[in-house]
């Protein structure tokens, strides 16, 4: 009786043992929670341990056998996730997108149907098969393709945006190309301008009731909720709203993620935004993991090992294919080359919604059982090649948008009595303040710094600031250091700022060198390198801290600001640096004894 009530579980343990304990590991071996997913879905699933229970009947207790029941959970995490997206919008904002969404993403999705049925045809599938897989094979995954974007906290970048545009409008597609199997599989006949219309005055009405309902009845229902000061009714309604309108948007044809959507951007503009966000987030996380979970399953690697050739080559055309078509729009839309090609690297493979299309193309007769396993198969395959993809090919888009960003970026020129007085060598927080300190007195600058993002910012607000690396002596003489009095060595990298000042003190030996320090033992090796002054991040905080202490423990202004001195110049000549006064001493006595011994004596 036990072991049959723990047989009802055991799903759940195995989905728990993954998300808590198989993918940490996983992680720390360099592989992310999305390709984790997978990978354990290929390991639990009927090729790799399946199998072995044939032969060893004790591993059937770690394979999933309810797929239908997770499956329905690895729904409910694409849900979430674009209930998310749809709270992190707002209408406002998405209506800024609009040329991306209905230009960029309609002729996307066009002609990839186009050319994928043609390309369908000529491998001998006939018209009707050739239209489905041409549907199927053109969308995109918006579960994966969002996810790794907002793990990495980048759909706010163009490629971002530009990737998240066209899988909208995808979704939006699905409503037609499921009305059209439906109309490829009625034996009778049907008129297809009449069924088109119907269901699009049903997708019109349930987003309609669904905008309605946000505008005006979500807010005075979470007001309500949350005056019970109740944490698990508030959470239940918040759990009820996205998958309630998840499922009004399915009663109409649409799909529940895109139900959720528009319910998150109604929510969006209110003030419960923030306390729905973290609610729905663990939820998301792991159920979106089932969803992963589940296409490492339906990888039939008996399926492809069976005819590698025709799926692996179909694979790879379909991505070149479709990532070519993408990247050749996005900069016809007037995208960057480098988010155009990132977009078209990751909406290349098939997405999660193929398999709907190509489901309800089967059950029809559509398409028949030979074509419909290949078109299933390399859906399963790019999909799970999809992070690896990205993965792949980030360093080459990132080298383009920092070229690119590079190349837009200002040199320093200067003209004849337009040299700095002061170079900065490093625009962080630190850099930064000197800067503004040095404006307050009219003193003239140039600053340096290698962050494009900095560079671009603070330049266009008007601030002398330039990329470039501080450390090349060519640069650093064009950026005037001749002729500047005094250079200030901000970044916090050791070994770069020893360089800096060695190259300062070489190409200039009369400039005052004041450099930031880690801490005492950098200091030495900076005063060694022949820096004016050096100052140590750890002892100038202890001293404000205890300049601040002194003084609200009675102690009086100026007999605090003295002992701090006191210590500082202790700090310096320990360092290696005397303090000013011991300076001014010993050069006196340098002089007096250079004096005759008359003169030395009135």
Known sequence: MVAESVSHFKDALIVLGTAG????LLKRIGINNILGFMLVGVIL???????????????????LTDEASVAALGELGVVFLLFLIGLELSPERLLTMKRLVFGLGVTQVVISMVAIMLAAKALGLDQRSAIVVGMALSLSSTAIVVQMFTSERRL???????????????DLAIIPMLILVDIMGDPVGSDMMTSIGLAALKTAGAIAVIVAVGRFGLRPLLKLVSASNSPEIFMSAVLFIAIGTGALATSAGLSMSLGAFVAGLMLA????????EAIIEPFKGLLLGLFFLLVGLGLDIHGILAEPIVILGVALGLIALKAAITYALARYFRVARHAALESAFLLGPCGEFAFVIIGAAAASNVVKPEDTNIALLVVTLTMFALPVIGKATRPVVDTLRKGAAVTALPQPSLSPGGEPQVIIAGYGRVGSLIASMLEEHNLTYLAIDTDVQVVSQHYGQGHKVFFGDAVDPVFLSKCGLATAKAIAVTMDNPVKAEEIVRIARQENPGIKIIARARDERHAMKLYLAGVTEAVPETIESSLQLGEALLVETGVPMGLAIASVHERRDGFRKLLGRPNRREAVSAARRKLRNRMPAKERNE
């Open 156 to 170: 706010g970048t163009q490629a971002g945006r530009t990737s998240f545009a066209v899988l909208l409008l995808q």
């Open 269 to 276: 503009e209110t003030e419960y935004r923030r306390a729905i």
């Open 45 to 63: 699933g009927p090729n790799i341990l399946g199998g072995l229970a044939l032969y060893w009947p004790p591993l059937s207790s770690l394979a």
């Open 21 to 24: 304990v198989a993918i940490p």
